[in-house]
């Protein structure tokens, strides 16, 4: 069963940038498409922020970070990236990745992913 690990959030000033970094273990992330889902607050429902297909041509964005977020894999790392730039205090929550799964949601709901990992905190303050 491959499992995801998030890493690289942080406390980031308005305007700075972060690269957070998806890692699988137990197996190969490369026949797999992977989202990055982010959640606000606890309690809080989770909100699509940006997907990767197999084929690395073909990505999905959110409206409310297109131009500023991008993201990238590597499959010989086995590691998913999400270079984030222009980092806005609306962006802060804990960012977890997940894998497609076929027959649930869109590629850009967030009921279209599951097997999320544990997340990461990213906290935009000044």
């Known amino acids: 069963q491959v499992q995801l690990v998030e890493s690289g959030g942080g406390v980031v000033q308005p305007g700075g940038s972060l690269t957070l970094s998806c890692t699988a273990s137990?197996?190969?992330?490369?026949?797999?498409?992977v989202g990055w889902l982010r959640q606000a607050a606890a309690g809080a429902g989770r909100e699509f922020v940006a997907?990767?297909?197999?084929?690395?041509?073909?990505?999905y964005y959110a409206d409310s970070i297109k131009g500023r977020f991008t993201i990238s894999r590597d499959n010989a790392e086995n590691t998913i990236y999400l270079q984030m730039n222009n980092l806005k205090p609306e962006d802060t929550g804990v960012y977890y990745c997940?894998?497609?799964?076929w027959g649930r949601g869109n590629n850009d709901s967030p009921s279209g992913y599951g097997f999320r990992g544990q997340g990461t905190q990213v906290t935009v303050s000044s």
């Open positions: 997940a894998r497609r799964i």
């Open positions: 137990g197996g190969s992330l490369s026949t797999y498409n």
């Open positions: 997907a990767i297909s197999v084929n690395p041509s073909m990505k």
